[in-house]
């Protein structure tokens, strides 16, 4: 991926910020081969808009419009796929979005801005973007076996409850390559991305 101009807060709004992004946008759809003609009007109406109201007005307007936000008022579904490549390509042009896709969806879901139905939604258009990747969830005492059980190997030749000392605090992984998933394991480190909340890590299960 190409490198951008990192922009601060302050910037938003301006059209220097508006085209980073824009292009930023673009080019990693394009990229990872899944660009639509579509995404030549990601977010185009912001500057338009910037010359009749503020930055918060705008802002306000375009994610109840626009079916790439959790905001979006409209009837159309939502657009997950370009959600996802929005909350992917931010960390490349803007200096107070560090987080990839799947660590956005983490937090969303900790906001409570995410439903477990779009959670499902979402692992499913990661898949499809970024094809290949891996997530990963600590095992803890309240989780470690459903998630154990998972592995019908490991279900099938171990004693679960006796031997649960060798998964505690250990972390779960999943490893995609190109959308499905291919290993499934526990490691002493974290792999990939780690996700706080197990209805998250579920949502790639399935």
């Given at each position: 991926?190409?490198?951008?101009?990192?922009?601060?807060?302050?910037?938003?709004?301006?059209?220097?910020?508006?085209?980073?992004?824009?292009?930023?946008?673009?080019?990693?759809?394009?990229?990872?081969?899944?660009?639509?003609?579509?995404?030549?009007?990601?977010?185009?109406?912001?500057?338009?808009?910037?010359?009749?109201?503020?930055?918060?007005?705008?802002?306000?307007?375009?994610?109840?419009?626009?079916?790439?936000?959790?905001?979006?008022?409209?009837?159309?579904?939502?657009?997950?796929?370009?959600?996802?490549?929005?909350?992917?390509?931010?960390?490349?042009?803007?200096e107070d979005a560090p987080m990839n896709s799947i660590q956005t969806m983490d937090k969303m879901y900790e906001r409570?801005?995410?439903?477990?139905?779009?959670?499902?939604?979402?692992?499913?258009?990661?898949?499809?973007?970024?094809?290949?990747?891996?997530?990963?969830?600590?095992?803890?005492?309240?989780?470690?076996?459903?998630?154990?059980?998972?592995?019908?190997?490991?279900?099938?030749?171990?004693?679960?409850?006796?031997?649960?000392?060798?998964?505690?605090?250990?972390?779960?992984?999943?490893?995609?390559?190109?959308?499905?998933?291919?290993?499934?394991?526990?490691?002493?480190?974290?792999?990939?991305?780690?996700?706080?909340?197990?209805?998250?890590?579920?949502?790639?299960?399935?």
């Amino acid at each position: 991926m190409k490198e951008y101009k990192k922009y601060k807060e302050s910037d938003k709004g301006t059209f220097s910020y508006w085209f980073a992004h824009w292009r930023a946008y673009n080019s990693y759809a394009i990229e990872h081969g899944v660009w639509r003609p579509k995404y030549l009007l990601h977010d185009a109406e912001k500057p338009w808009l910037k010359l009749i109201m503020n930055y918060e007005k705008v802002k306000k307007f375009h994610e109840s419009h626009n079916r790439h936000h959790l905001g979006y008022k409209g009837t159309k579904p939502f657009d997950y796929d370009a959600m996802i490549l929005d909350w992917e390509v931010s960390r490349f042009t803007k200096e107070d979005a560090p987080m990839n896709s799947i660590q956005t969806m983490d937090k969303m879901y900790e906001r409570g801005k995410v439903t477990c139905m779009q959670l499902e939604h979402l692992s499913r258009s990661v898949r499809y973007i970024l094809e290949n990747f891996t997530v990963c969830i600590k095992l803890r005492e309240d989780n470690w076996k459903k998630y154990i059980e998972k592995i019908p190997v490991v279900k099938e030749k171990e004693n679960l409850e006796e031997n649960k000392d060798l998964f505690l605090d250990k972390y779960m992984f999943l490893e995609f390559e190109d959308g499905a998933r291919v290993r499934t394991g526990w490691s002493d480190k974290v792999q990939g991305t780690e996700l706080k909340y197990d209805e998250v890590f579920s949502a790639f299960f399935k």
